[in-house]
């Protein structure tokens, strides 16, 4: 055990005076800990819902006995989703082909613009993907998403009229466990369980990273607020998947509100960088440092870990530091992009390929248009984009070589995949763009930077806030010459 600090003992006394209660913790504020102290202080039962399964694994480990540690999706699974175990895995398809199974065979006018069959299957599937994100009943026009060229309202009126029979087609063909047109996944079973209003048997629910929740899983939580007491965790500032749906769910939580602002992992110098970015982000806490953990900012030769923007800058470096001997790692591994490398060169070379991901595109400029405008091809643009970048014997080459994370000089890594994690010395990689410049000068006829973009703020708060005892801002240093960067 540990000597709790005052925050976290007002915590405990909220919650063992039964409060349902929203608890905002900054990077490394102990947040883990602090459940685990709640848990331990009372003989009732509880559910702890994790982000994902390899968190809750590692919360298993800390949590007593009488917690039981899941993901929304893997509750889901064992209450029905297993009936769909046939349909779960099964190959992509490429929109189009879905689509003519649904009945989209021939163009359609909206307005003045012609809508292609595969203009219409991508915005069908689209609206599936939005109806299951949400808390919704059913499926209206709110869930069909505009396209360019479409956006008043009459003309989304007139889209939606003809997209939602057919998003109603494929939402009755995902109720078939044993098959069907539309490829099934664990964001479907997830829907239909919480449709069935579940209960979920617990005295109280701890939601881990509430910041980046789905309405669903929103939903399925503060269904549950009349027979269990309700405590989120998270942190605002690092909601950093809103493109994946995931929503924000603290700030308008009905509870008591309460905050973890002291971090532990790294020192005041270290959470007077974090607030800048706290502060342009609008963030609802600022942090101050441990005087036990000091942490220095400035240049470093020999990291532990270097973030990167983009999936391109994380290979970037894997490639540069491979090419200097140095043995290097990549949180996510390399196994699944060797496969995937090695079926885009065979479709590159005119031939089909056996991967599972893959094996229904007959080229590789139909996986292309895939991941640029097919909703369910998202995930697999940052392939593209390597694909199409260095080639695919560069990165065959590089994942090859690629170690595991304890026998590695250097970890390479997403500030999206660093979510979570912390390391020693940490570089900010080059791929962070400052905000473009506006039309207006400043006293020295310099052009004025932009605003910088909240997202962008929050992504480069979770990335600086990796460090324990060594920062080097690297590609976020243009924010020094930022007006924003002295608030």
Not at 113 to 120: C, G, R, Y
Request: proline share 7%.
């Amino acid at each position: 055990m540990f000597t709790p600090t005052d925050e976290q003992t007002q915590a405990a006394d909220h919650f063992h005076a039964g409060d349902h209660m929203a608890l905002q913790a900054g990077a490394g504020t102990g947040k883990t800990s602090t459940l685990a102290l709640l848990a331990s202080g009372t003989k009732r039962r509880g559910r702890y819902l994790a982000y994902n399964r390899a968190i809750a694994q590692e919360a298993a480990a800390r949590f007593p006995s009488t917690v039981i540690c899941k993901t929304a999706h893997s509750l889901a699974y064992a209450a029905l989703g297993h009936r769909y175990a046939r349909r779960l895995g099964a190959p992509r398809r490429p929109a189009w082909q879905t689509g003519q199974d649904l009945g989209i065979t021939k163009p359609a006018r909206v307005a003045e613009h012609t809508l292609m069959p595969a203009t219409l299957s991508n915005a069908v599937l689209r609206t599936v993907t939005r109806f299951c994100h949400s808390a919704d009943a059913v499926l209206t026009r709110r869930h069909v998403p505009p396209l360019r060229g479409l956006d008043n309202p009459e003309h989304h009126r007139e889209l939606a009229d003809l997209v939602l029979p057919y998003a109603e087609k494929a939402w009755a063909d995902l109720q078939h466990p044993d098959d069907g047109a539309v490829r099934f996944d664990p964001d479907h079973f997830l829907k239909i369980w919480s449709l069935t209003n579940p209960k979920i048997h617990a005295d109280f629910l701890f939601l881990d990273e509430a910041q980046d929740t789905n309405p669903v899983v929103e939903h399925i939580f503060n269904s549950q607020r009349d027979h269990a007491q309700l405590v989120m965790v998270g942190d605002s500032a690092q909601a950093i998947y809103h493109w994946r749906g995931a929503k924000d769910v603290m700030t308008g939580f009905d509870g008591t509100h309460l905050t973890l602002s002291r971090s532990f992992r790294f020192g005041p110098v270290l959470a007077t960088e974090a607030n800048r970015w706290l502060t342009i982000a609008e963030a609802p806490l600022r942090l101050t440092g441990s005087n036990s953990t000091p942490t220095d900012l400035g240049p470093l030769t020999a990291p532990d870990a270097i973030l990167c923007r983009t999936n391109v800058g994380a290979m970037k470096h894997v490639m540069t530091l491979l090419s200097a001997s140095a043995r290097v790692a990549l949180v996510g591994g390399g196994e699944s992009l060797r496969s995937l490398a090695l079926a885009a060169r065979q479709l590159q070379g005119g031939r089909s390929t056996s991967h599972p991901e893959l094996v229904l595109f007959p080229t590789w400029g139909a996986v292309q248009d895939y991941a640029a405008y097919d909703p369910s091809g998202r995930d697999l643009q940052p392939l593209v984009d390597l694909v199409d970048t260095h080639g695919t014997n560069a990165i065959l080459n590089a994942v090859s070589h690629l170690t595991q994370e304890s026998h590695a000089h250097v970890t390479i890594s997403t500030a999206h995949k660093a979510k979570g994690r912390e390391w020693a010395r940490v570089k900010i990689g080059d791929d962070f763009p400052p905000p473009r410049d506006t039309d207006e000068q400043d006293a020295h006829g310099k052009p004025i930077p932009g605003p910088i973009d909240p997202g962008e703020a929050r992504l480069a708060y979770v990335a600086v806030t990796r460090a324990r005892h060594h920062l080097d801002i690297g590609g976020l240093a243009w924010l020094d010459d930022h007006p924003a960067g002295s608030p």
